[in-house]
């Protein structure tokens, strides 16, 4: 559907549309590229975004352009004024495509409020996934969403179905829960069980699961004949397998450096696309190794990908096993109190009362010390900037008084608790990584926010081959901000606070925060699904 068309007549009077730009600001810009067109169109555009640097990482566009912006998707890119029924002026920021969350655990409306701050325009719940797929997407639809949201198919909530006969509820609740059990975390399947797994997981990738979720490291005494049959599906389904690797220690046996060769290995076997998420927090201070391991594989035409986030901390349940036996030595010399419940440091005695009565609960653990450490620093860099890697949150569910903050809770209650990285991993790159220690140049810093994500999926989800580019025919999933002062205000202690620095964040064509603020009613995010296949 075109807008009305707009008499010669109007335009000059100005009084029907809003007109605005600048030769100035025109005249400055580069040459017009292949990119450069719509000056002459003759309705106005839904929403325009006016003379903002434009970068489209794909192209390496860099340039003051206006963005004309029609049913959802970008129609024109200028360097002439465009005519819109409104018009944003992102004069002095930086236009770029909506970032993309490969990692958002925290699929609720609160927690999609937060990101839609960090710039985030879609978030995906891939490593840990769902199931029941169709449940999890219907829910969302329902309540409605500001930013586009997706799930993959949980490998691990399978398991824990069929070992421990608990049916999943698509929720994260339902990982919680099963915390209590013991049974799912070190027991082998057997074929049948192994088969009955499987198919569970197909079923969810048949509801339109983006991938395989594979939460290896929560369940790290399941089968290497097991792993190999869930790379096996995502190679014949040709979707990626998301995967929290199976160990986390910087010591053999049972090392990060031995789970990642085993998601070598799968790779290679299989031929599966294999993602390794969150490889600052599974890698620690193996990283030299781990990424040598890695960019072997890669060079030798492997499909591997992965991802971190710019924290030194993780977060995750307090009875993960993750904390479980020689723990310590494992991490390199951790102890309880770099263990955090609500910004309190655990000792033995506590820690190990919380394993065994609240195993469920969320905790945020310091495995590296970036800011006591210039060698921790050094560690976390590798792993941020590992070549070709992309930056996602791991952003977590917020939760008040022990229950999860849900629904249209806005601004959210006062002692909402989460780690920062929930409202502040895109930002704080971009202040930390490439505005102060500029460790990446901005080109490249957007390019792991955004194109780098949506290449990891679009081999099998189509729509994300018209996100993270700012190009005509794209969706208008579009960020404006202000590169001098963006910035994270989540902490450690202080982690519900919302990030700075982006004025405008565009979903579909619509604005969900508009000079800063958020626009409450605003939900236009949609369901990012592969085509249903079974009913
Ligand atoms: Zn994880």
Redesign the pocket.
Known sequence: MRGPAVSRAARAAGAAWVLLGSLAAASVAQAPSSADTGAAVESPFDLVVANGRVIDPETGLDGVRSVGIRDGRIEAISLTPLLGKKVLDASGLVVAPGFIDL?AHGQDLPAARMQAFDGVTTALEL??GTLPVAVAYERVAREGRPINYGFSASWLFARIAEKEGMEPTGAVTFFQDAQRRKGWQHTLASPEETARIIARVERGLQEGALGIGV?A?YAPGYGRKEAFAVALLAARVGVPAFT?VRYNSVIEPQSSFEAIAEIVSLAAATGARMHI??LN??STRDIPRIAELLRGAQGRGLRITTEAYPYGA?S?VVGAELFRGNWRERLGGATAGDIELRGVPFNDSTLAEAQEKTPGEWIIAHYLRPDRSAADQDYLDQSVLFPGGAIAS?AMPWTSKGQPVTGDAWPLPADAFAHPRSAGTFTRFLRDYVRERQKVPLQEGLRRITLIPARILEGSVPQMKRKGRLQVGADADVVAFDLATVSERGTYTQPNQTAVGMRYVIVNGAPVIRDGVLVREALPGRAIRRPVTTR
């Open positions: 990692h490593e840990s939460l490291g929290h998420h969150h927090s599974t993780g995750t791991d």
